[in-house]
């Protein structure tokens, strides 16, 4: 039962989630974001969003498993993880890209930025080490909000607490499943919670 539990935490909130998942969370808080972009736009955004960094990795995965390049679709191995992550590298600053291009507040260009930066660090780490990607994309979400709430002066402490809890459970339920050790849990989610903070001050700095 725990087992079951922990593996439908995995899915739900997979690294393949969390992009779309942060940019529904900004268009649903009380902030100019929300409330300067039109419905039509904003629903256009997610699609992008979720077409970029949900339905195409998920596609490029199969597409490796039927072609042998990796063997295992959940990528519990260290080195099937690479050419994934290669793929959502270009992904993801493809996305980065057409938000810079679109006129959308640049908190979003932020969030892809970032994305991509994690992305990248974390596929580096992956050549020698198996570092959490679900903890570095919680972890990133977290640093998002925390940006948001220090970018634009507003309380959105009920979210930030609700994202660190169900961060840790994530966290555990990586843990139970035996795909990460402690370590690797802690490293991935510390590592996006810093990239996003960092950017965040760089961000504020030339805003």
């Known amino acids: 039962m725990e087992t079951r539990i922990a593996k439908t935490i995995s899915i739900v909130f997979s690294p393949l989630i969390i992009p779309t998942l942060g940019v529904l969370i900004l268009f649903n808080v009380n902030t100019f974001i929300a409330q300067t972009i039109p419905l039509q736009a904003k629903t256009f955004i997610i699609l992008i969003i979720f077409i970029n960094t949900a339905i195409v990795p998920l596609l490029a995965v ?8 990796i063997y295992d679709l959940l990528l519990y191995k260290r080195s099937e993880r690479l050419l994934p992550m290669i793929a959502a590298v270009f992904l993801y600053f493809f996305t980065y890209y057409i938000l810079r291009q679109a006129n959308v507040p ?9 994305a991509t930066f994690l992305v990248i660090i974390s596929l ?6 198996k570092i959490s990607l679900h903890m570095a994309s919680m972890g990133g979400l977290t640093g998002l909000l925390l940006s948001t709430a220090f970018l634009l002066r507003i309380d959105i402490n009920f979210l930030i607490i609700s994202t660190i809890i169900v961060s840790g459970l994530v966290g555990s339920s990586r843990l139970k499943l035996n795909s990460h050790t402690v370590s690797q849990v802690f490293a991935g989610y510390i590592l996006g919670v810093l990239l996003m903070l960092i950017l965040y001050f760089i961000f504020r700095g030339v805003s």
Do not use: D, N
Request: aromatic share 26%; no cysteine; hydrophobic share 60%.
């Open 124 to 129: 580096f780490i992956t050549l020698k080490w």
């Open 106 to 114: 640049s908190l979003l260009h932020f969030y892809f930025l970032g």
């Open 62 to 69: 199969l597409l490796m498993k039927r072609f042998g390049l």
